[in-house]
C-alpha cells in the first residue's frame, strides 16, 4: 500500500477582523514589477468589502459572476489577458465562496503552465509550482480553502485540477465575511460540509486522520444548526471552522454517494454544488439513515425549500448522461458502498434515484 503525502495550507491567518491584516501579509511577497490580482465575487461590487481591498500601483480587481461555477474557458481567458497585460503578476487572492477561490487557485496554477486550464484536469498532471495564491472565504461549507483540488467544468468533463501546486499558500478566515449571504445559500453550502462529514465518516476509506477531522467538523455542525435555537455569530465562527476540518476530513478519505450523483446533476443541468447535493441527500435515507434524518430536521428547522422535481421530462439519453457521469466517479462509489459498489447501485437504480428528483 503506498499512503498519500499530500501538502496542507502552509500559512493561516484566524479572527474576526483578520481580512484587515490581508496587505500586511501579502506586501511581503510582492515582487515590485507585478501587481497583485484579486479575484473578487461580483456579489461584492460596489459593497464596502470591495473597498478595504488594500490595491497599491497596478494591482486589479477582477469580479467573477458565480452564476455559472467556473470553467475551463473563463480561466483560460483570465489567465491569457493577465498575461499580456503585465507579463506575470505577484499572486492571485481569491475572495469569494467554492467558485471564487477555486477561480484564484485556477488562475494562479495556469499563469505558469502551457495551453488551456482543461489539460490539467485530472490528478497531478500540473508540472509546475503556481504563482503565489491566497484565499479568503465570505461563505462557509465547501472546503475550497483547504483542499488540493480546484473543481472546473471543462468541454468533456467537471472536475478539479488536483495536485500538489493547487492548495492556496495563505489562508485568511475572517468569519465576520460571511454576513449577508442569502439564507438559502448559506444553508446549501453550509450543508456541503455536513454532507463532507456523512460521507467521510461512514465511508470505507475513513482513517483515524480523517476521523479526528470529521468528527470535530460534524460536532461544529450540529451546534450551529441542530443545537443553537438561532445563528448568531458564533455559528459564522463555528461553520467556518466546520469547512475548514471537513475539507480535512475528505482530503485523507473520500465523500460519497451525495456528490456523485450530484456531480451527474451538475454536469448536465448546471445545478450549483451545494444545492445539488442537499437535493440528493435528501433522498439517501437508505445508505446514510441517520445523517438523512438529521438533514430533514435542519431543512425543517430553518425552513428551506429543496427544489423539487428538477428531473422531470427529461429524455434516456439526457438521464444516461448523468448516470455515465456519475458513474465515473469510481473512489467516491468505492467509498461509500466497497468495492461491490456497481452491485449495489445498479444502472437501473440509479436512474429510478435520478427520476425522483
Ligand atoms: P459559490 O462560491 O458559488 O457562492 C454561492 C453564492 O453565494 C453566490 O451567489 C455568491 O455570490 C454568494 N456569496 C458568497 N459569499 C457571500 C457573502 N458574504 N454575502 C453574500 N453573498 C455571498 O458557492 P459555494 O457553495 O461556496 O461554492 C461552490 C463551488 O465550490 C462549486 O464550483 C464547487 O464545484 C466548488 N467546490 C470546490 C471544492 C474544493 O475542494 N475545491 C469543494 C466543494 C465545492
Ligand atoms: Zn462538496
Not at 24 to 33: Q, S, V
Amino acid at each position: 500500500m503506498k499512503f498519500r503525502n499530500f501538502p496542507m495550507v502552509p500559512r493561516v491567518v484566524y479572527g474576526r477582523g483578520s481580512f484587515e491584516q490581508t496587505s500586511e501579509i501579502i506586501e511581503e511577497k510582492r515582487n515590485k514589477e507585478y501587481p497583485f490580482i484579486f479575484l473578487v465575487d461580483k456579489v461584492f461590487e460596489s459593497k464596502e468589502l470591495s473597498k478595504r481591498i488594500p490595491l497599491r500601483g497596478k494591482d486589479k480587481i477582477i469580479f467573477i459572476d458565480t452564476t455559472d461555477e467556473p470553467k475551463t474557458k473563463g480561466i483560460d481567458a483570465i489567465r491569457d489577458s493577465l498575461k499580456e497585460e503585465f507579463g506575470t503578476v505577484s499572486g492571485v487572492i481569491g475572495i469569494g465562496g467554492g467558485s471564487v477561490m477555486d477561480s484564484a487557485k485556477a488562475v494562479a496554477i495556469m499563469m505558469n503552465s502551457e495551453g488551456s486550464s482543461a489539460q490539467y484536469q485530472g490528478w497531478d498532471l500540473v508540472k509546475n509550482p503556481a504563482v503565489y495564491h491566497v484565499g479568503v472565504p465570505t461563505i462557509s461549507g465547501t472546503g475550497a480553502e483547504v483542499s488540493r483540488t480546484c473543481i472546473l467544468t471543462g468541454p468533456e468533463r467537471k472536475l478539479g485540477i488536483n495536485s500538489d501546486f493547487t492548495p492556496f499558500d495563505q489562508v485568511i478566515l475572517d468569519p465576520a465575511l460571511a454576513k449577508g449571504v442569502e439564507k438559502n445559500q448559506a444553508f446549501f453550502t453550509g450543508m456541503d460540509c455536513y454532507i463532507h462529514c456523512i460521507e467521510s465518516l461512514t465511508g470505507t476509506y475513513l482513517n483515524a486522520f480523517s476521523k479526528s477531522y470529521g468528527e470535530k467538523a460534524l460536532e461544529l455542525c450540529q451546534k450551529a444548526y441542530v443545537h443553537k435555537p438561532q445563528w448568531d455569530d458564533e455559528s459564522d465562527e463555528d461553520l467556518m471552522m466546520a469547512s475548514w476540518h471537513g475539507g480535512m476530513s475528505i482530503a485523507y478519505s473520500q465523500v460519497g454517494i451525495a456528490h456523485a450523483v450530484s456531480y451527474g446533476l451538475s454536469y448536465l443541468l448546471g445545478i450549483h454544488h451545494g444545492v445539488g447535493n442537499c437535493i440528493v441527500f435528501d433522498r439517501l435515507e437508505e445508505y446514510y439513515p441517520e445523517g438523512v434524518k438529521e438533514f430533514k430536521y435542519m431543512v425543517e428547522k430553518n425552513s428551506i425549500e429543496i427544489p423539487q422535481g428538477i428531473c422531470k421530462g427529461l429524455t434516456d439519453e439526457q438521464f444516461d448522461i448523468m448516470i455515465n457521469v456519475s458513474y465515473g466517479m469510481v473512489p467516491l462509489w468505492e467509498n461509500a458502498l466497497g468495492k461491490d459498489w456497481q452491485k449495489i447501485m445498479t444502472k437501473e437504480k440509479l436512474r429510478a434515484l435520478y427520476e425522483e428528483m
